[in-house]
Every structure is written in C-alpha cells, then in structure tokens.
C-alpha cells in the first residue's frame, strides 16, 4: 500500500473507529511504557533531572509546531476547496439558466450541463472520495466546453461568448476540486511526518518523570491520544472529500432534475 493509501484510510475513518484503531491503542502503549521505562530505567533519570525532560520537550515541541502549521493549513485548504465547489455548481446553475433563454440551443445547452452533473456526481466524485481524482483534470478541452461549443455554434456571438466565459470559470473551479486531494509526493511527506508524530507522541512522555507513577502513566496517556487526535483530524483536512470531516456533493446533487440525489 502506497504512503498515500495510508493517510487516505487514516481520513476516511470516522471518530468512533479512529478512537478504536488508533487513538486509544497509542495512548495505551505510551502509558505502559511510561510503566515499563520508569521501572527498568527510572533510576537514570530523577525526578530533579532535566536533561532527558529537556531533550523530549524540545522534540514534542518542534513537531507541535509542525502539526499546527499542518491543522491550520488543513482548515484554509479544505475552505478553500469547500468554496470552489460551491461556486462551481453555482455556476453550473447558473450556465443551465442562462440556456434557458436561448431557444434555438436550448435542449443541447441542457444535455450538456445534464450530463456534466452527472459526470461529477458518478464518475469524479468515487474518485475524489478516494483520493485519486487529479487524473482528471484534461490538459485538452473538457466534454463540457465540446458540447457547449457544439450546441453554441449557431447562436448569437454575443450568447455564445456569455455561455463559453461561464465554461471556462466552470473549468477553473473544476481543476481546484480535482487537485484538492495532495499528490504522492506531498502524501508521502504527510506520512512521513505523521510516522514521526506517532513516534513522539509514545516516547516523549516515558523521559518525563514526576513524584507520583500514576500521573507519569496518566500524563503519557492524554498526551499521545491527543497528539494522535491532532494527527487523525489534520489527515482528514488533507483529504477534503473523504471520512465524516468531508465535502458533501449536496451542493451538485441539488442541481440534478427531480431533486434525485
């Protein structure tokens, strides 16, 4: 399985299952090695001892830094992703209104807009979902700029540049949805870096050691479950389109004649 299937397994799971598969085994382990470390090697480090607290701190804290970049980063991408697709059904409707008013092309203009809806919602959108959609994006014309060109040819010049103009933003739109998802090259720094984060998150409580083992343990706990919760929620921002934190296609599945879904 590639880096990037990894991450996209990781996004698609909703809370309950990624708090069963990966959150509270984690945490479970970082616990018991707190347990095990403090035991077998408590005696190297004292609890007035800073070196192996500093050198854990300074680690946790450069991958926190890292992780935050990586949420915040995560929240603007899936906002920007969430208004492209938003606008490129608006304008979708909005392409399908404006063939309305041009008789002469009206049932091609409207085939087109159709079968385009139905191309994203049954074709682009399973790929989206899993991850895979930036093939799509054509280097050529589209089927949707063909059609309308076809169903345009004998309209006014002034129609038919009002429908082109409003299928070159359609296009533009489109490329942002389909390229939304990170290549192979950005998910496998993705999953570098997530493999990093679970490393720290179980060992950097285990150089830690307070007074009291049941707080050592307890600490080690909530801190790895909530840095591997950081790390389930920044994954699923990176795959905007798949697990519960998703883009729903309500907003092309509105625009579908008979409010079919």
């Known amino acids: 399985m590639q880096p990037s299937s990894y991450v996209n397994w990781v996004a698609s799971l909703n809370f309950d299952e990624a708090f069963v598969l ?11 090695g707190a347990l095990f470390f403090r035991l077998m090697f408590g005696s190297y480090i004292g609890t007035a001892s800073t070196v192996g607290t500093t050198k854990a701190g300074i680690a946790a804290e450069i991958y926190a830094v890292v992780l935050g970049f990586l949420v915040l980063f995560g929240f603007d991408h899936f906002n920007e992703t969430r208004r492209a697709v938003i606008l490129e059904a608006s304008l979708v409707d909005r392409l399908r209104a404006e063939a309305e008013y041009v008789p002469a092309g009206a049932p091609d203009l409207l085939a087109a807009v159709d079968d385009y809806i139905s191309t994203v919602l049954n074709e682009e959108w399973p790929h989206q979902v899993a ?4 093939f799509l994006i054509s280097d050529g014309i589209t089927a949707l700029d063909r059609n309308v060109r076809n169903a345009v040819a004998g309209l006014e010049t002034l129609d038919a540049e009002r429908m082109l103009k409003l ?9 942002t949805r389909l390229s939304a998802t990170p290549d192979s090259v950005v998910s496998s720094a993705i999953f570098q870096m997530l493999i990093v984060g679970l490393m720290l998150s179980v060992v950097t409580g285990w150089f830690v050691r307070g007074p009291s083992i049941l707080i050592h343990m307890g600490l080690s706990t909530i801190v790895a479950g909530s840095i591997v919760m950081l790390m389930v929620l920044s994954a699923q921002l990176t795959y905007p389109f798949t697990g519960t934190v998703s883009i729903p296609k309500t907003a092309f599945s509105d625009l ?6």
């Open 22 to 32: 990966l959150i509270a085994p984690i945490a479970l382990v970082a616990g018991l």
């Open 256 to 261: 579908v004649r008979g409010g079919e879904s």
């Open 131 to 134: 991850g895979n959609a930036e």
């Open 167 to 175: 299928v070159d933003e359609i296009n533009e739109q489109r490329a």
